[in-house]
Every structure is written in C-alpha cells, then in structure tokens.
C-alpha cells in the first residue's frame, strides 16, 4: 500500500493569514494527488485534482503544487469558511488512499 | 446539480451485517459512464476506501475487506449499496459514498462528488 502523511497534524491560524499544508507519500505517485476539504456533517468537497489542477468553484486563493512523493496545499489569505480538515489522496495505485488529515482551525 | 445522499442503520451489532444505500439524484449513475465508491472514516482516524462499483456493475474493493464487502449497484433505483458482513468495533465510522470517474489505479482519478456522510456505530 501507499501510505500518505501529512504535516501538521493541526494548526492554528487567523483570517488573512497564509496556509500551508504538505502530504507526503510512500513512493512516487507522478502527479496523482487529489485534495479535499471536509467539514463535520457536510459532504467532503474536491478542491484540487492531478496536484495543481483547481476543482470548478474552488476559489483561487486554493493551490496546490508537487510531483513524485511531495506535494503541498495552500491557501493563499484564509476566509472564515476556511476552517475545516483538509486530506490528501494518491490515485497512483488500485488501491486509493488517503492521508490522515490536517485539521485548520482558528487562532 | 448531482446529490448523493447515504442511508441505512446508524447501529449495528457485532457479527451482523452492516448495509447501507446511496441515493443519487441530479444524474443516472448506470448510464453515465462513472463509477460509485464507499468511503469511511473511523473516529480520530482518516479517509479510507473501502470499494467502487461501475456503471455497468463491475467492482472494485479494498483487499483489506474483499472477503466481507459487496457493492452493488440497483439502476433501476438510481442507487448503488454496501453491504459488510461479521463487523466488529473496528468498522464503526462516517460512511460515505461518492462519485469517481476511472476505476482505481487510472492516475488521474478522484472523487468528485460526496454525501454528507452517515455514522455506524458496531455495539451490542
């Protein structure tokens, strides 16, 4: 299997503030990352696909960038509805996995 | 605008059989061409995939769970079913369904759309 980490595990920020997430994986997944947004309750929302690629309706402040086993999200100026847990996701291999998921909250 | 939408028993005892339905609405899901996932999160865990089903009823699991999963998919509902068997604590979680384009290991995959997610609790 594939294994995918993340760091932070959590952090803490204010609105406006630059965000960076990274995910790692267990070996070399080209450009197969995807990234999701999920919020307790709501359904988990796409925000990039193939590392950099922005989801329709995601807004710009979101990107993502990496190849191979680095890969990182950021959020360029944090809005409120910002705060959520953010995961990422190898599609290299048949079997999917995720990471564990880095939780934004507020400062 | 595609909605997916999980349904089922939120408790289920250990040994029994956890089923749980997706209902999607907005789109068919047997003639268009995309494949229908299951995904969980067990408390304080991440994301993990548990299987796919096709459009045209092929499937896909998780090795880790190929002996007790079944997905299936029912067109004429417009909806598409897991089905776990001998389930123990460990299987408590959010399941969610989803919708992905390209069956596990084409690259350039994800999942698109999501439902809100339902929780299973596993306990006598």
């Known amino acids: 299997d594939i294994q995918m980490t993340q760091s932070p595990s959590s952090l803490s920020a204010s609105v406006g503030d630059r965000v960076t997430i990274t995910c790692r994986a267990s070996?070399?997944?080209?450009?197969?990352l995807n990234w999701y947004q999920h919020k307790p309750g709501r359904a988990p929302k796409l925000l990039i696909y193939?590392?950099?690629r922005l989801q329709s309706g995601v807004p710009s402040r979101f990107s993502g960038s990496g190849s191979g086993t680095d890969f990182t999200l950021t959020i360029r100026s944090l809005q409120p509805e910002d705060f959520a847990t953010y995961s990422c996701?190898?599609?290299?291999?048949?079997?999917?996995?995720f990471g564990p998921g880095t939780k934004v909250d507020i400062k | 605008q595609l909605q997916l939408q999980e349904s089922g028993p939120g408790l289920v005892k250990p040994s029994e059989t956890l089923s749980l339905t997706c209902i999607v609405s907005?789109?068919?899901?047997?003639?268009?061409?995309?494949?229908w996932g299951w995904i969980r999160q067990p408390p304080g865990k991440g994301l993990e995939w548990s299987g796919s089903?096709?459009?045209?009823?092929?499937?896909y699991y998780n090795p880790s769970l190929t002996s007790r999963v079944t997905i299936s998919l029912d067109a004429s509902k417009n909806q598409f079913s897991l089905k776990l068997t001998s389930v123990t604590a460990a299987d408590t979680a959010v399941y969610y369904c989803?919708?992905?384009?390209?069956?596990?290991?084409?690259?350039?995959?994800?999942?698109?759309?999501w439902g809100q997610g339902t929780l299973v609790t596993v306990s006598s």
């Open positions: 070996q070399s997944i080209s450009s197969y």
């Open positions: 989803a919708r992905h384009e390209y069956p596990p290991g084409r690259g350039y995959d994800c999942y698109d759309y």
């Open positions: 907005g789109g068919s899901i047997s003639g268009s061409g995309y494949y």
């Open positions: 996701q190898q599609s290299y291999s048949t079997l999917p996995t």
């Open positions: 089903v096709s459009y045209s009823g092929s499937t």
């Open positions: 193939r590392a950099s």
